[in-house]
């Protein structure tokens, strides 16, 4: 069995930048696991609405979606933007959404992943963007934590990192018969992953954050550290195993901020790969 390498990369903050703002939304929002089947349908529930959120560093966002992939939105009261987004109802009986956009023409490019949660009046953000001192292409983000402006209970605790999920592991499907992935969430701020693709295989242990939305709703995110620089954000829902996310990043081919799905089946954190590879049900 071959190993796969080390993806090294000598682009340069130039380089990157060029490659994210001549990237296409048709390009960068497709393709990949962004096609497979268990990505939650994009949602048109938010249209026509306006979401003021105010969060606990004084960070406030402004979003008004015009339809199902538009939205118009600004930072602390300043210049508006108009992007491409994407929007899709999480995969639960309550009504939490998960956006995700690229911000167009962003210097270092940026983007925005956010879980909504209209049951409770709770927003979480990640805010990523493209470039750390040590490599051009790996992502770097923050979680902000805070309130949609409503009529909700203001002493609801907002969410927060949480070590729920230290010690489970999950094989995810991404498409029927495909690709799985073995995600080890081994420690409060790292995890680990395994995966077979053909004659190849890949283990690794990246940053993590983990956080909790509710009894059974999470939100898990990694940074590939030293390989591909790409972020992920994946809110799962574990009662049923399936999960809507996203991928944020930059590579020879271009930008790629798109939203996936997968179904998983729950695993042992001792082995990197078990007797049973089957799909889930």
Request: with cysteine; hydrophobic share 35%; net charge negative.
């Amino acid at each position: 069995m071959e190993r796969m390498r080390r993806r090294w990369s000598n682009l340069t903050p130039e380089d990157v930048q060029i490659l994210a703002d001549s990237t296409p939304v048709e390009k960068y929002s497709k393709g990949g696991f962004a096609d497979g089947p268990y990505r939650p349908a994009e949602s048109n529930d938010l249209t026509g609405k306006k979401v003021e959120m105010n969060f606990s560093d004084g960070t406030t966002f402004t979003y008004n979606f015009l339809d199902i992939n538009t939205l118009v939105w600004s930072k602390n009261g300043g210049v508006e933007h108009k992007e491409f987004c994407q929007i899709h109802h999480a995969p639960c009986e309550e009504q939490i959404y998960f956006i995700n956009h690229y911000c167009k023409g962003s210097r270092p490019p940026s983007s925005h992943c956010l879980i909504l949660d209209f049951d409770t009046g709770l927003v979480t953000a990640c805010i990523a963007q493209i470039g750390v001192p040590e490599s051009a292409i790996e992502v770097k983000n923050e979680f902000l934590f805070g309130r949609m402006k409503g009529n909700w209970d203001q002493n609801t605790p907002l969410h927060d990192y949480t070590t729920d999920l230290i010690g489970k592991a999950i094989y995810w499907t991404y498409i029927p018969g495909g690709l799985k992935v073995k995600h080890i969430y081994s420690m409060p701020m790292y995890y680990t992953y395994s995966m077979i693709d053909g004659d190849k295989c890949w283990m690794a242990s990246n940053p993590a954050d983990y956080i909790k939305i509710n009894d059974h709703m999470y939100v898990f995110s990694f940074v590939e550290e030293r390989q591909t620089g790409l972020q992920a954000v994946f809110l799962i829902n574990l009662d049923e195993l399936h999960d809507v996310g996203a991928f944020f990043g930059v590579g020879i081919k271009g930008l790629s901020c798109k939203t996936v799905g997968a179904k998983g089946k729950y695993s042992t954190m001792y082995t990197l790969f078990d007797e049973d590879q089957s799909d889930p049900e």
